[in-house]
C-alpha cells in the first residue's frame, strides 16, 4: 500500500493544469497580437495625438461658430423688436406709411449735423426714422416721447416738384 504505480493512478488536476497552461499561452499570444502596441512604433504616437488635437480643434471651433450664429440670430431678433417699439411709440403721435418698413438712425454727433436745418434742435440718441417710398424723415426725441422734425426727403435722381411750379 505505500508504493504507488503513477500508471495506474488517474490524475485530472495534473491535466486541469496542462490545459490551463496550454489556454494562459494561448491568450497570452492573442492579446500580444491584438494590442495596439504605441511603444514599437513612435511615428503613430505622434499621428494620433495629431489627429486628437485636429478633432479636438474642428470640435471646438464648430462649436464657437455655432454659438456665434445663436447670438447673432438672438440680436437680430431684439434690434426687430426694439425697431417695432420705436414705431409704435411714434406712430401714436403721427400718422406713418404701414406699408413699408422703415430705416431708423441714431444722431451721434448733433454738431456735425447743425449745417442741415432738420438737424437744428437735435440732440444726442434721437432717432431719425426714414420712409423711402414716402419720401418722408422723422426726428424723434425718445427721451421725451416727442417727435421734433418732420421733413418730406429726395432719395437718389428724382426730381423735386415744388408747389410754386404747379
Do not use: C
Not at 495625438?49 to 461658430?65: D, N, P, Q, R
Amino acid at each position: 500500500m505505500g508504493k504507488y504505480n503513477a500508471s495506474k493512478i488517474s490524475s485530472p488536476g495534473i491535466k486541469d493544469n496542462l490545459w490551463k497552461k496550454n489556454l494562459i499561452l494561448r491568450l497570452k499570444s492573442f492579446l500580444s497580437l491584438a494590442r495596439f502596441n504605441l511603444s514599437a512604433y513612435r511615428y503613430n504616437r505622434f499621428a494620433v495625438l495629431f489627429m486628437l488635437v485636429i478633432t479636438l480643434m474642428a470640435i471646438s471651433s464648430a462649436g464657437y461658430f455655432w454659438h456665434q450664429s445663436r447670438i447673432n440670430n438672438n440680436q437680430t431678433a431684439v434690434a426687430d423688436d426694439n425697431i417695432d417699439k420705436l414705431i409704435a411709440r411714434v406712430g401714436t403721435l403721427i400718422m406713418l406709411p404701414s406699408d413699408e418698413k422703415p430705416t431708423i438712425a441714431t444722431v451721434s454727433d448733433p454738431e456735425a449735423l447743425k449745417d442741415q436745418h432738420f438737424f437744428d434742435n437735435a440732440k444726442r440718441g434721437d432717432k431719425v426714422i426714414i420712409y423711402s417710398n414716402a419720401k418722408k424723415a422723422i426726428l424723434y426725441d425718445p427721451m421725451a416721447n416727442k417727435i421734433v422734425n418732420v421733413a418730406p426727403i429726395n432719395i437718389g435722381n428724382s426730381p423735386v416738384v415744388s408747389p410754386a411750379a404747379k
